[in-house]
């Protein structure tokens, strides 16, 4: 939290959604400005899961 607001690191952020399903005030809201980063992500879990 920085001046009552929740900050992400977007260092650190997975794109998972977590945050957002976790805040108890409801003060995250996750919006993607470039859908090919779903690509992106799906790709990334592909080395450790099956996508299907």
């Given at each position: 939290?920085?001046?009552?607001?929740?900050?992400?690191?977007?260092d650190?952020c997975?794109?998972?959604?977590r945050?957002?399903?976790?805040?108890?005030?409801e003060?995250?809201?996750i919006?993607?400005?470039?859908?090919?980063?779903?690509d992106?992500?799906?790709?990334?879990f592909?080395?450790?899961?099956?996508?299907i």
């Amino acid at each position: 939290m920085v001046d009552g607001k929740a900050i992400v690191d977007q260092d650190k952020c997975l794109g998972c959604g977590r945050c957002e399903r976790k805040c108890p005030n409801e003060a995250i809201t996750i919006t993607l400005d470039n859908s090919s980063y779903v690509d992106e992500l799906i790709a990334s879990f592909e080395a450790y899961v099956d996508v299907i």
